[in-house]
């Protein structure tokens, strides 16, 4: 049987790479098969990992919106800032 091809936007193709980044996350999403069906599970998923509440049923263009949303957050929640630290002056007494 052959096999069909499907094309998903960029948007949803850079949410995967981005989540393919966490640890935690790539371990949640584990459970999931990688067939379509099982696609808009790990969306919630990845919105609850950033904390974006779902609650419904969502059309494919509504998901689409929701890509670069969660692609955001999952980035911020990646973020490592760095904060250099300036050692005390040693106090002098005279």
Known sequence: MPKILQ????????????????????????????????????????????????DGMYFEKELENLYPILFNKLRKKSTIIVVPTIPAAPILKH
Do not use: N
């Open 7 to 54: 094309h998903f936007s960029e948007a949803r193709i850079a949410l995967m790479r981005e989540a393919s980044k966490h640890e935690d996350l790539v371990e949640l999403l584990s459970q999931y098969s990688l067939d379509e069906d099982s696609w808009p599970d790990r969306v919630g998923e990845i919105a609850a990992y950033v904390g974006v509440i779902m």
